[in-house]
């Protein structure tokens, strides 16, 4: 009888742990998927093609493409447009092998570049590997913007009010990265799909300003295609810089995942199928800007363009400045495109790692922190030119040219010699060339411009 009672008490206790288990278990499922709904990746996944479509437009054709004249300049004829065509079957394939990978695990989504890195690499390997060069791009596309709206702004000012008192380019900035403090505190992507559609309309906009206008100044007289560097390593440095310059030019990678994990999915309908829908009208709009302003710019004004293809057209004055408008409207949108990866990643270390609460004012402290940071670095070293080379090589071509390549042979494992083993190798190779080359470029550029430079000027 005491044995029967000592039994029956085991198993109570037994079940009582088991409940109890459950009970915790499920504690955690709630937690979690409360925090999973607060963080701005996956708080929201009813997207459509449409969005994912100007998401990438606005992620993509940003200041960069108003280098691209200034990079063919560097290149030269040959290969330049060589080097722009590979950058756009290139990165058109990386991006395919991106939306793929999405959900290549059934039943499992991966959100976030990171965790596909860690999928490929292993838990702790992937994040070493993924999230420095993510940060570096996201965070270094957000000073640049910082840069390139001041930047804007001032030629705004000064074409539309020539008599007007000459203004610092960090009071441009400011005002620049007053929008942001505003903007910044929309949750998620979905949020700022009115922004992004705007950014991504401005982009074609002053792309097409760009090239029009380059044609209606015509061709300049005496004009040149030879290097403008008087010395051969003056012109390996300028060509050092270009490729920087291209590769910044096509950045979206960075972003890609976190966009299509704003898109529903089932197993009958997965999310790849209007994600690569949007993918491919992004990429259209994308060729229709970068090939006219690259080739036109460059054949119109030669080895004397500018860094900025919009500085080097004065008249008319009324377009010029419209065109720089569009694209402080553009690279509105475009830092909050690369600013919410960068949200994401802090408002997860501050809640599942240090173990804050989920509330608005942890989110408006940490966002108005990040975009003063940006801010203050921007205004500090405000070096358009030698910014773009330096951060397209050292940070773009790894997460956009190779990256994605390394990590499909890491989890598909194609047939040694494949077409697919191949393609995945040949990317690789360009993309390792392209980030060894360039920051050499962008970091001499930045050094010979900062010789001049007064800083807060």
Request: contains cysteine; glycine residues 8%; charged residues 15%.
């Amino acid at each position: 009888m005491g044995t029967q009672d000592t039994d029956d008490m085991k198993s109570s206790v037994h079940l009582k742990d088991q409940d109890d288990e459950s009970y915790n278990d499920d504690k955690r499922r709630a937690e979690q998927k409360a925090i999973d709904d607060w963080l701005p990746i996956t708080s929201s996944r009813n997207a459509k093609w449409y969005y994912a479509a100007f998401h990438n437009v606005t992620a993509m054709v940003g200041a960069g493409v108003l280098s691209l004249p200034y990079a063919m300049s560097n290149l030269g004829w040959g290969p330049g447009v060589v080097i722009l065509i590979l950058s756009w079957v290139i990165t058109l394939y990386t991006l395919w092998q991106m939306v793929q990978m999405h959900e290549m695990v059934p039943g499992k989504r991966f959100d976030r570049y990171h965790e596909l890195g860690q999928e490929a690499f292993g838990e702790k390997l992937g994040l070493y590997i993924v999230v420095p060069q993510q940060l570096i791009c996201e965070v270094g596309v957000n000073i640049v913007y910082m840069v390139t709206g001041g930047k804007s702004l001032k030629k705004f000012h000064e074409t539309v009010c020539e008599d007007c008192e000459k203004i610092k380019t960090s009071y441009f900035i400011m005002i620049f990265a007053s929008v942001h403090f505003i903007l910044s505190h929309l949750p998620n992507f979905n949020s700022i799909s009115g922004v992004s559609l705007a950014a991504a309309v401005m982009s074609l906009t002053y792309s097409t300003i760009a090239w029009t206008a380059s044609i209606n100044k015509g061709m300049q007289q005496n004009v040149q295609y030879g290097y403008k560097g008087t010395t051969p390593t003056q012109t390996t440095f300028n060509f050092l810089t270009a490729l920087g310059d291209v590769a910044f030019a096509y950045a979206g990678h960075n972003v890609v995942l976190e966009i299509q994990a704003t898109i529903p999915s089932t197993p009958e309908k997965p999310s790849k199928g209007p994600m690569w829908k949007g993918v491919v009208v992004a990429y259209i709009v994308v060729a229709l800007c970068y090939f006219p302003v690259a080739l036109i710019g460059y054949y119109m004004f030669g080895n004397e363009v500018a860094d900025n293809i919009l500085i080097s057209l004065e008249k008319p004055k009324w377009l010029i400045a419209a065109a720089n408008m569009f694209v402080v409207i553009h690279v509105i949108g475009s830092y909050q495109i690369y600013a919410i990866p960068v949200f994401d990643m802090i408002e997860t270390l501050l809640v599942k790692k240090l173990r804050f609460k989920p509330t608005w004012y942890l989110r408006f402290i940490s966002r108005n922190i990040y975009v003063a940071l940006t801010m203050f670095v921007g205004i500090t070293f405000p070096f358009f030119g030698g910014l773009l080379g330096f951060f397209g090589g050292f940070a773009f071509a790894p997460t956009t040219y190779f990256l994605p390549c390394i990590m499909w042979l890491a989890i598909y494992k194609p047939k040694k010699f494949s077409l697919s083993w191949c393609t995945n190798w040949i990317c690789i190779f360009f993309g390792l060339c392209l980030m060894i080359l360039s920051p050499i470029g962008g970091l001499q550029n930045i050094i010979k411009q900062a010789k001049n430079y007064k800083f807060y000027n």
